[in-house]
């Protein structure tokens, strides 16, 4: 079946318009690989749970809930934690 054929199927059954459907796909697209790009970045340690939520869109409390819930290790030291901490309230003294 075309893919058009299926957007049309599934836009009639949400009761929306195939260019509305295609949009919200595509978004939904974009923000799905943003996450999967900033835990990729997370578990090769090269970002810190707050740059990752940053990167995917999201808060904070969200990534952590996700690196919880697929297991991801982290690589985090004490000492990049105060380092984040630090430039965390930096930035909200900043504001």
């Given amino acids: 079946m075309l893919l058009a054929e299926e957007l049309d199927k599934l836009a009639e059954y949400e009761h929306s318009s195939r260019i509305d459907l ?3 796909i595509l978004w939904e697209g974009v923000a799905r690989r943003k996450q999967e790009r900033a835990l990729a970045l997370y578990a090769e340690g090269k970002v810190t749970k707050s740059k990752a939520a940053e990167i995917a869109g999201i ?37």
């Fill in 22 to 24: 295609a949009r919200q």
């Fill in 59 to 95: 808060s904070l409390w969200e990534m952590m809930e996700i690196v919880r819930e697929r297991r991801i290790p982290s690589g985090y030291t004490l000492t990049e934690a105060l380092n984040e901490v630090r430039r965390l309230l930096g930035q909200e003294g900043g504001n």
